[in-house]
């Protein structure tokens, strides 16, 4: 069984900074794209930044140049690191890997983690 297991959320003043973890376990094979999107009260979930297994990332556009994501293929994490956080960065943050189990005839879907809220006020 996968898992994504996420930490790092909290209450922060604006300008402030938070490091989100999300860490992957479970019977796995290949671990792929990894991401984090974030859901605000009444608005849709969006993708905020997503890392490809070799690396190369895309975020959008208003946390371009705040917010930086990484991950450690070692340790099947992700990290989002949340600089000059502003009161509109307020939402639940949810993990999102592309993962394959290790099992016969396993194929590649996505997993979701349980979400971390994160709160900045202003």
């Known amino acids: 069984q996968v898992q994504l297991v996420e930490s790092g959320g909290g209450l922060v003043q604006a300008g402030g900074s938070l490091r989100l973890s999300c860490a992957a376990s479970?019977?796995?094979?290949?671990?792929?794209?990894m991401g984090w999107y974030r859901q605000a009260p009444g608005k849709q979930r969006e993708l905020v930044a997503a890392?490809?297994?070799?690396?190369?990332?895309n975020y959008e556009d208003s946390v371009k140049g705040r917010f930086t994501i990484s991950r450690d293929n070692a340790k099947n994490t992700v990290y989002l690191q949340m600089n000059s956080l502003k009161p509109e960065d307020t939402a639940v943050y949810y993990c999102?890997?592309?993962?394959?189990?290790?099992?016969?005839?396993?194929?590649?879907?996505?997993?979701w983690g349980q979400g971390t809220q994160v709160t900045v006020s202003s």
């Open positions: 999102n890997a592309n993962i394959r189990p290790k099992a016969l005839w396993s194929t590649s879907r996505n997993y």
């Open positions: 890392i490809t297994s070799d690396g190369s990332t």
């Open positions: 479970g019977t796995i094979f290949t671990v792929n794209a």
